[in-house]
Protein backbone atom coordinates (compact mmCIF):
# COMPACT_ATOMS: atom_id res chain seq x y z
CA UNK A 1 0.00 0.00 0.00
CA UNK A 2 1.46 3.31 -0.61
CA UNK A 3 2.17 5.86 1.63
CA UNK A 4 -0.96 7.86 3.11
CA UNK A 5 -1.26 11.23 3.54
CA UNK A 6 -3.66 13.24 5.38
CA UNK A 7 -4.01 17.03 5.35
CA UNK A 8 -6.55 19.44 8.10
CA UNK A 9 -6.57 22.49 10.22
CA UNK A 10 -3.23 23.64 12.60
CA UNK A 11 -3.95 24.24 16.06
CA UNK A 12 -5.78 20.56 16.58
CA UNK A 13 -8.23 20.08 18.95
CA UNK A 14 -10.19 17.21 19.43
CA UNK A 15 -11.31 16.05 16.32
CA UNK A 16 -7.82 16.28 14.36
CA UNK A 17 -6.29 14.34 17.07
CA UNK A 18 -8.80 11.26 17.45
CA UNK A 19 -8.73 11.05 13.53
CA UNK A 20 -5.08 10.62 13.08
CA UNK A 21 -5.04 8.01 16.52
CA UNK A 22 -7.84 6.12 14.78
CA UNK A 23 -5.98 5.77 11.02
CA UNK A 24 -2.88 5.00 12.16
CA UNK A 25 -4.28 2.19 14.66
CA UNK A 26 -6.79 0.69 11.97
CA UNK A 27 -5.96 2.64 8.37
CA UNK A 28 -2.42 2.92 8.01
CA UNK A 29 0.11 2.76 10.88
CA UNK A 30 2.42 4.88 8.84
CA UNK A 31 -0.27 7.70 7.90
CA UNK A 32 1.74 10.93 7.44
CA UNK A 33 -0.31 14.30 8.23
CA UNK A 34 -0.01 18.01 8.13
CA UNK A 35 -1.45 20.70 9.74
CA UNK A 36 -1.95 23.62 7.15
CA UNK A 37 -3.81 27.04 7.49
CA UNK A 38 -7.12 26.24 7.17
CA UNK A 39 -7.83 28.30 3.86
CA UNK A 40 -4.82 26.21 2.62
CA UNK A 41 -6.33 22.32 3.17
CA UNK A 42 -8.02 21.85 -0.07
CA UNK A 43 -4.96 23.16 -1.69
CA UNK A 44 -2.47 21.21 -0.08
CA UNK A 45 -4.79 18.12 -0.52
CA UNK A 46 -4.07 18.57 -4.40
CA UNK A 47 -0.46 19.67 -4.57
CA UNK A 48 0.24 16.58 -1.84
CA UNK A 49 -1.98 13.92 -3.18
CA UNK A 50 -3.63 13.92 0.55
CA UNK A 51 -6.66 13.23 1.92
CA UNK A 52 -8.61 16.14 3.53
CA UNK A 53 -10.55 15.96 6.68
CA UNK A 54 -12.11 18.15 9.30
CA UNK A 55 -13.04 20.80 6.96
CA UNK A 56 -16.01 22.27 5.54
CA UNK A 57 -17.12 20.79 1.85
CA UNK A 58 -15.12 17.98 1.95
CA UNK A 59 -16.12 14.06 2.31
CA UNK A 60 -14.03 13.20 5.92
CA UNK A 61 -15.97 15.83 8.23
CA UNK A 62 -19.12 16.75 10.01
CA UNK A 63 -22.39 15.24 8.77
CA UNK A 64 -25.37 16.01 10.95
CA UNK A 65 -24.66 15.37 14.42
CA UNK A 66 -21.76 13.33 13.32
CA UNK A 67 -18.36 14.88 13.57
CA UNK A 68 -14.98 13.50 11.65
CA UNK A 69 -13.85 10.25 13.59
CA UNK A 70 -17.45 8.85 12.55
CA UNK A 71 -16.94 9.66 8.80
CA UNK A 72 -13.78 7.95 8.70
CA UNK A 73 -14.91 4.78 10.06
CA UNK A 74 -17.88 5.05 8.08
CA UNK A 75 -15.73 5.22 5.06
CA UNK A 76 -13.24 2.66 5.48
CA UNK A 77 -16.12 0.31 7.30
CA UNK A 78 -14.35 -0.35 10.54
CA UNK A 79 -16.31 -2.79 12.73
CA UNK A 80 -15.33 -2.57 16.50
CA UNK A 81 -18.00 -2.07 19.13
CA UNK A 82 -15.03 -0.56 21.23
CA UNK A 83 -14.47 1.77 18.98
CA UNK A 84 -18.15 2.76 18.45
CA UNK A 85 -17.75 3.25 22.16
CA UNK A 86 -15.10 5.62 21.84
CA UNK A 87 -16.87 7.26 18.91
CA UNK A 88 -19.64 8.52 21.23
CA UNK A 89 -17.25 9.61 23.61
CA UNK A 90 -15.16 11.30 20.67
CA UNK A 91 -18.32 13.18 19.13
CA UNK A 92 -19.52 14.41 22.01
CA UNK A 93 -16.42 16.15 23.01
CA UNK A 94 -16.08 17.45 19.25
CA UNK A 95 -19.88 18.81 18.97
CA UNK A 96 -21.99 20.76 20.87
CA UNK A 97 -23.45 17.74 22.88
CA UNK A 98 -20.95 17.20 25.61
CA UNK A 99 -22.99 15.90 27.34
CA UNK A 100 -23.28 12.36 25.03
CA UNK A 101 -21.35 9.98 27.31
CA UNK A 102 -19.79 11.13 30.78
CA UNK A 103 -16.50 10.95 29.25
CA UNK A 104 -16.94 13.50 26.79
CA UNK A 105 -16.69 16.85 29.01
CA UNK A 106 -13.05 14.99 30.39
CA UNK A 107 -11.66 14.50 26.47
CA UNK A 108 -12.65 18.07 25.66
CA UNK A 109 -10.92 19.30 28.79
CA UNK A 110 -8.04 17.03 28.38
CA UNK A 111 -7.99 17.92 24.46
CA UNK A 112 -7.97 22.01 25.83
CA UNK A 113 -5.20 21.09 28.20
CA UNK A 114 -2.74 19.56 25.54
CA UNK A 115 -3.54 22.33 23.11
CA UNK A 116 -2.15 25.05 25.47
CA UNK A 117 1.12 22.56 27.00
CA UNK A 118 2.37 21.76 22.83
CA UNK A 119 4.42 23.94 20.72
CA UNK A 120 3.32 21.64 17.56
CA UNK A 121 0.27 20.08 16.33
CA UNK A 122 2.37 16.66 15.55
CA UNK A 123 3.90 17.08 19.33
CA UNK A 124 0.04 17.36 20.61
CA UNK A 125 -0.90 14.44 18.08
CA UNK A 126 2.39 12.43 19.61
CA UNK A 127 1.33 12.61 23.63
CA UNK A 128 -2.28 12.75 23.53
CA UNK A 129 -2.38 8.86 21.25
CA UNK A 130 -1.92 7.62 24.60
CA UNK A 131 -5.19 9.52 26.05
CA UNK A 132 -6.47 7.40 23.47
CA UNK A 133 -5.18 3.92 23.30
CA UNK A 134 -6.02 4.55 27.59
CA UNK A 135 -9.90 5.36 26.37
CA UNK A 136 -10.20 2.90 23.58
CA UNK A 137 -9.02 -0.07 26.30
CA UNK A 138 -11.66 1.55 28.94
CA UNK A 139 -13.75 1.20 25.70
CA UNK A 140 -12.85 -2.31 25.48
CA UNK A 141 -13.52 -3.63 29.03
CA UNK A 142 -17.02 -1.73 28.56
CA UNK A 143 -18.02 -4.07 25.55
CA UNK A 144 -16.62 -7.07 26.15
Known sequence: MA???WVTRQNAHVDR???PWLIKRFIDRDAKFLFVEPSRVVEVAKEQEAIPFDVPDVELTHHSDKCS???II???AIDDTALFELTKIVRGADTS???LTLQSEGL???AEGFKRITKTDHE??????YVYDALYEFCKSRVR
Open 74 to 76: EKY
Open 69 to 71: FDA
Open 17 to 19: IAC
Open 3 to 5: LMK
Open 97 to 99: NHH
Open 124 to 129: NMEKQF
Open 108 to 110: LAI
